[in-house]
């Protein structure tokens, strides 16, 4: 009884910024819960992103995307961001939030609840 619902995906050009957003609702926030990020490109398998635990005191980042994406969450509006800068052509992807009870599910990709996904394209 949980849904996510994302927003904030489009076209930037390479070298640009976005910032997309995943907004949690239903019976239950998704306080004490982590939050994640995932991408799928065409043809690809869904890759780890972003994760953060409930606290927000602990944070994971992939190799390719550390020093370039935050992630941060707002308890207030129980929604969790993901700010992308400094974008590259193989940025282009679907991109997931996702949240679980379990920091480790989102590091391992393997978290219970998914947003619908969005679109982010990166042109050369």
């Known amino acids: 009884q949980v849904q996510l619902v994302m927003s904030g995906g489009g076209l930037v050009q390479a070298g640009g910024s976005l910032r997309i957003s995943c907004a949690a609702s239903g019976r239950r926030t998704f306080s004490n819960f982590a939050m994640g990020w995932f991408r799928q490109a065409p043809v690809t398998e869904r890759d780890f992103v972003a994760a953060?635990?409930?606290?927000?005191?602990?944070?994971d980042y992939a190799g390719s995307v550390k020093g370039r994406f935050t992630i941060s969450r707002d308890y207030t509006k129980n929604t969790v961001y993901l700010q992308m800068n400094s974008l590259q052509p193989e940025d282009t992807a679907v991109y997931y939030c996702a949240t679980d009870a379990a920091y480790s599910s989102l590091v391992s990709g393997r978290p219970h609840y998914w947003g619908q996904g969005t679109q982010v394209t990166v042109s050369s």
């Open positions: 953060i635990n409930w606290s927000g005191g602990s944070t």
